[in-house]
């Protein structure tokens, strides 16, 4: 497919070829199913960890439900589900937490992919009711209701463009094929619109042949998602920098990795389909998308600062009754040398009725 694809119309654009290689039916990596995550699979997550993660976010999310006023209807939006575990973990805390804010929730799943759809609806069968699948968030925007949206480790999977330095000016990476038909490199002039707005704040000097990458979507994935909400929190987390650090001089080959049996690797075009292919986010290119849609920045903390902020309340639970695997848990989420200290979480406040900020060139 991919092959035929590139004779037809020529070399393609990395965010194409990873958009084809992670979800495309038949030969994405995420549309084989859920074997992706986890000791068996390609790579961990926090929800790997175990259902403190989701516990935690079930306090966040009831805060937020006080702090609304506690409507009558609320709706939490989980995007990049997977198999629907952690679904199933925020929903258990929440019901031992506050059986009121548990009649009025409606939990979105927004899911494009059938056989990760298949599967959550497998894992959640016991919450049905109040449990909701979406392929598309846009479905949600007939009756916005305030709550929640949010995603671990869902933007970093967005396909991205590869750049490169070259002469004074970017060029952009593109996918080719050689002589017998393999994938291979080539550089092309950048013309896409979209492509040169997002490149514009980054300025111009890098060292020749520096690399990197860039998203260009992300007004697009939240723009849908914000109107499903009246008011609220939007909620991300995952590895990432703000713009002066992700595009530093010194992070000259990008940070786009492919990740199969627990091992990163650095060549997105050996078998597409076969390997998880991510990047890290541009938590200010994000802010900026976020901003021009209405939302407005609370928060930008790694997750250790910000689980460990949470978690006042249920960290004086266990000073009474200690449980020992959930405090295991607790340290490897926050703490610095492990997912605490690689992942990041920004938050946006919500409402409708606010007008966006100006929207920048995207
Ligand atoms: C790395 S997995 C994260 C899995 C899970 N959230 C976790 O933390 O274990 C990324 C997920 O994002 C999903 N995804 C990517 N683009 C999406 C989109 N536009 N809408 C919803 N889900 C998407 C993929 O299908 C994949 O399941």
């Not at 650095?266 to 200010?284: I, Q, R």
């Amino acid at each position: 497919m991919l092959r035929a694809r590139i004779a037809r119309d020529g070399p393609l654009a990395f965010a194409d070829f990873m958009a084809a290689a992670l979800y495309e039916p038949g030969l994405g990596y995420y549309a084989h199913g859920t074997r992706q995550v986890g000791r068996g699979g390609d790579f961990f997550t926090s929800v790997s960890v175990g259902p403190v993660f989701g516990e935690l976010l079930a306090r966040r999310f009831l805060r937020e439900w006080c702090e609304a006023g506690a409507p009558a209807r609320w709706r939490i939006i989980e995007c990049g589900a997977h198999d629907g575990t952690l679904a199933a973990d925020v929903l258990t805390a929440l019901a031992g937490l506050d059986a009121r804010a548990c009649e009025g929730l409606e939990y979105a799943i927004c899911e494009p992919l059938p056989v990760l759809q298949a599967a959550q609806t497998d894992t959640l069968r016991r919450f049905a009711p109040q449990v909701r699948f979406v392929s598309d968030s846009a479905t949600l925007a007939a009756d916005p209701l305030p709550g929640i949206i949010f995603g671990n480790e869902l933007l970093d999977a967005l396909p991205c463009h590869l750049i490169e330095w070259r002469d004074g000016r970017w060029v952009e990476r593109r996918v080719a094929l050689d002589e017998s038909g393999g994938f291979t490199w080539t550089t092309a002039k950048i013309r896409e619109p979209a492509l040169l707005a997002a490149l514009a704040p980054l300025g111009g000097v890098f060292p020749d042949g520096y690399r990197s990458e860039i998203r260009t979507s992300y007004h697009e994935f939240l723009a849908p998602l914000a109107r499903a909400l009246s008011s609220g929190l939007m909620l991300w987390l995952d590895y990432g920098f703000e713009r002066p650090d992700y595009y530093h001089p010194g992070r000259s080959e990008g940070t786009l990795r492919t990740f199969t049996k627990h091992r990163a690797g650095d060549n997105p075009l050996a078998d597409p389909g076969s390997m998880d292919l991510t990047a890290h986010v541009d938590f200010t290119a994000l802010a900026e998308a976020a901003r021009a849609l209405g939302g407005r920045q609370a928060v930008f903390r790694s997750q250790g600062a910000w689980l460990t902020g949470i978690a006042r309340d249920w960290l004086l639970e266990m000073e009474g009754r200690p449980q020992a695997a959930a405090l295991r848990q607790f340290q490897t989420l926050t703490h610095p040398a492990h997912l605490g200290g690689s992942f990041q979480v920004m938050e946006f406040t919500w409402c409708a009725t606010r007008p966006p900020a100006a929207r920048p060139d995207l």
